[in-house]
């Protein structure tokens, strides 16, 4: 597609409840970021994707937290017996994921999922 | 805690002026990115100065980078209303893959 696209754009769900948050990156865009934002905060790191393997998953706050990647492309973040404090605008990024002399490359962002639990 | 740290919070100016704001970061990197938020959704980013360079500009924009403090400023210059915003700096570490860490943000307002 032309942007990096996520799903769905609001979600509330009633606390208990799992949801599952989609992300369509860039095509040929082998590195895939999730992030998550709280109200005026800034950009908590939860994990990034190169290919389908996820070489750093250290910001996930809780085992609630998983995400896959499947065939290099989509990802899907899981949130397991969502809390109130799950509530956040949940950001998904990809870029070439390439080195050019070393570099990251740009990130390119979607417009996020808006969480909220009640 | 979080790698970059941007001052000021908020910064309020009128248009026509400069704005200046900073980013501070705690480990080495290989590249500073500047990335732009409007209205809490998808960031766009503006400009990326390598570890190995001290000064960049893009039209407006005007970037400078102090490995040595670990520090970076991002200059807007003549500044429009359209460019109200939250602006955050974002770091690339050697040996950290492609992972990028984010600021804390810097919420500026240009006002008519």
């Known amino acids: 597609g032309a942007g990096v696209s996520q799903s769905p754009s609001n979600k509330v769900t009633e606390k208990g409840k799992d949801v599952e948050l989609r992300c369509d990156p860039i095509?040929?865009?082998?590195?895939l970021y999730w992030y998550r934002q709280s109200l005026g905060q800034g950009l908590e790191f939860l994990i990034y994707f190169q290919g389908n393997s996820a070489p750093d998953k250290s910001g996930l706050p809780s085992d609630r937290f998983s995400a896959e990647r499947t065939g290099g492309s989509v990802s899907t973040l899981t949130i397991q017996r969502t809390q109130q404090e799950d509530s956040a605008v949940y950001l998904c990024?990809?870029?070439?994921?390439?080195?050019?002399?070393?570099?990251?490359?740009?990130?390119?962002f979607g417009q996020g999922t808006r969480l909220t639990v009640v | 805690s979080q790698q970059g740290e941007e001052d000021p919070q908020a910064l309020s100016i009128q248009e026509g002026e400069n704005a200046t704001m900073n980013c501070s970061y705690k480990t080495s990197i290989n590249n500073l990115q500047w990335y732009r938020q409007n209205s809490g959704r998808g960031l766009v980013h503006l400009i990326l100065i390598r570890s190995n360079e001290r000064e960049k500009h893009s039209g407006r924009l005007r970037v400078t980078l102090d490995t040595s403090k670990k520090s970076s400023s991002l200059l807007i210059t003549a500044s429009r209303a359209a460019d109200t915003a939250s602006y955050f700096c974002?770091?690339?570490?050697?040996?950290?893959?492609?992972?990028?860490?984010f600021g804390t943000g810097t919420q500026l307002k240009v006002e008519l």
């Open positions: 990024a990809s870029s070439l994921g390439l080195r050019v002399g070393g570099l990251n490359t740009e990130a390119f």
């Open positions: 095509s040929g865009h082998t590195a």
């Open positions: 974002a770091t690339g570490r050697p040996g950290g893959g492609n992972k990028l860490t």
